[in-house]
């Protein structure tokens, strides 16, 4: 692809080509979510009954966000916070600042999760996929038959080994963040390629698996009772701003490394393609094992990846071992260049605003981050019946995510759209990007972003905070002796943080320039 004209922002750090950008923005739409959580939505909600709304929700809600997330960082060469500023003043910066806020909680246990797939790589060429297994958890205390995926996922969360994977990944994500654009494009220049690798070869493998086909059919096969069911559209709703990287201010920051003249729907369409393309993909490869095996991932959603589909694995007729580390690789590299992503979401965000160097920008998401994901992997087991999540750092990861996942990422789009349509005007966004498009947005798209996303948006919110404010407090029905206390703290605590955080960094003074020159490092 074409080498680009350089960014008037040169000393914030430039993608030195297109390509460059676009597998970096992929490499940060692709992650756990597209592996983990579109599969065991699809197959929660009736695979064919899933995937239809999720098509709908790429056109009508995907594709155009992210068109106003990358021209809102191109407009301003600065990432989220500061750029809401500049475009409709304080208040963007108040919803700005929450949201960066809320990406750093999702980005806490979004590593302690990798941690866990790193723990379960290594276990791979170790007895994972091969040994019986036990788990300090009642009915799970006695050696299993042959290998047991759950139990050994069990077993593992409740020793302090993950910490130690968790701390490789932070280590990991700092250094390829280190000198920002450089040392990000080199890594997704290695990473983006080799997780298309993988997934083709687990797709091969899965529809080979006598039987893999009928899983496909079933993830395809239009079902019109699901579809009248308004929870599929909102876990469609919800799951495709979670895997476009939308509403977090992540792709902002990307895009506020190009030159200011890129064609941003274009770009839209080859990131938005391409992360779904990927995920279609997996689910093909995921249902096809599914069905064979006749596994049932019932229960969470880390339960597709880390019991279901392993324990898929160990009954392939050969190459256990190494299909098992295959999967599990694939799945650290996928989510390690999403976390990039979200932290570098962070620490521009910190680096604009506060006029700080890079180093200290990144140290100042680091420290919570990691103090956050050990939080998240602490190994004491406080419910031994597993009536809900058996350790204390997966009750905390559970109840945490429910909050932040459920309500940030759409929080954030809606006052994207109101703020942008409304605020800065539908026709300013409009005439920015069709100067430097070949397809022109036509004025429907004001309707789109004034109206049309934002009334689903806030039904979507309305819809799922009527569940969770009608049904009981989420996790309140888990059985843990001294921790009947977390699932109401744990709201309250992610929602005032996040309000303060908001409330502080937005009434800070910003300082014009970055003095630190990431690029030409002195
Ligand atoms: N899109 C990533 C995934 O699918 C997660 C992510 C969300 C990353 C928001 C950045 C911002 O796993």
């Not at 680009?4 to 970096?24: Q, V, Y």
């Not at 997934?199 to 039987?211: E, S």
């Not at 996303?453 to 009981?472: F, H, R, Y």
């Not at 709201?491 to 003074?509: A, D, I, K, Q």
Request: with cysteine.
């Amino acid at each position: 692809m074409a080498e680009l004209t350089p960014n008037p922002a040169e000393d914030r750090g430039a993608w030195k080509s297109k390509l460059g950008f676009i597998l970096a923005a992929s490499g940060s739409a692709i992650g756990l979510g597209n592996i983990v959580f579109f599969a065991s939505n699809a197959y929660q909600y009736g695979g064919g009954a899933f995937y239809l709304p999720y098509f709908i929700a790429l056109f009508v809600l995907g594709i155009p966000v992210m068109i106003i997330e990358f021209s809102i960082g191109t407009m301003t060469g600065k990432s989220f916070p500061v750029a809401m500023r500049q475009l409709v003043g304080k208040r963007g910066e108040y919803a700005a600042w929450w949201t960066i806020s809320c990406a750093l909680f999702i980005t806490m246990y979004y590593i302690t999760i990798l941690g866990w797939a790193l723990t379960m790589f290594v276990g791979a060429f170790g007895g994972l996929l091969t040994d019986p297994a036990i788990a300090p958890f009642t009915g799970m205390d006695t050696p299993t038959d042959g290998p047991n995926a759950t139990v050994y996922f069990f077993g593992m969360i409740a020793t302090w080994a993950p910490m130690l994977s968790v701390a490789a990944i932070w280590g990991m994500t700092i250094l390829i963040l280190w000198r920002g654009t450089k040392t990000i494009e080199a890594a997704v220049r290695i990473f983006v390629p080799l997780m298309w690798l993988f997934m083709i070869i687990l797709i091969v493998r899965g529809l080979t698996l006598p039987g893999g086909v009928d899983g496909v059919l079933y993830l395809f096969t239009p079902n019109m009772d699901g579809i009248m069911d308004v929870n599929v559209w909102q876990g469609a709703f919800a799951q495709m701003f979670f895997s476009l990287s939308l509403g977090l201010g992540t792709m902002v920051a990307y895009a506020s490394y190009l030159p200011k003249d890129a064609d941003q729907i274009n770009n839209s369409m080859l990131v938005s393609f391409l992360n779904c393309g990927f995920e279609y993909i997996a689910g093909v490869a995921i249902f096809a094992m599914l069905f064979v095996y006749a596994l049932n991932p019932a229960g969470t959603t880390l339960s597709l990846s880390f019991f279901a589909i392993p324990q898929g694995i160990a009954n392939f007729p050969f190459g256990v071992k190494a299909f098992g580390a295959f999967f599990f690789f694939l799945l650290v590299i996928a989510g390690l260049t999403s976390a990039v992503s979200l932290v570098e979401g962070m620490a521009s965000s910190l680096i604009d605003k506060l006029g700080i160097s890079r180093a200290k920008g990144l140290t100042m998401v680091m420290v919570p981050g990691i103090v956050g994901s050990f939080a998240f992997a602490l190994p004491n087991v406080i419910d031994p019946t597993l009536s809900g999540d058996g350790t204390l750092g997966l009750t905390l990861l559970d109840i945490v995510d429910h909050w932040a996942f459920r309500y940030s990422l759409l929080i954030g789009g809606l006052f994207e759209c109101i703020l942008i349509g409304w605020i800065l005007g539908a026709d300013k966004l409009r005439a920015f990007v069709n100067k430097n498009s070949k397809f022109n947005l036509g004025p429907w798209f004001n309707v789109q972003i004034k109206f049309v996303i934002p009334i689903i948006l806030s039904l979507v919110i309305a819809g799922t905070l009527w569940q969770d404010l009608s049904g009981g407090l989420y996790g309140s029905t888990y059985d843990m002796e001294g921790y009947q206390w977390l699932p109401a703290a744990l709201p309250v605590f992610w929602f005032l943080s996040t309000v303060v955080m908001s409330y502080v960094l937005t009434n800070r003074p910003t300082q014009e320039h970055a003095p630190h020159n990431v690029s030409n490092p002195a």
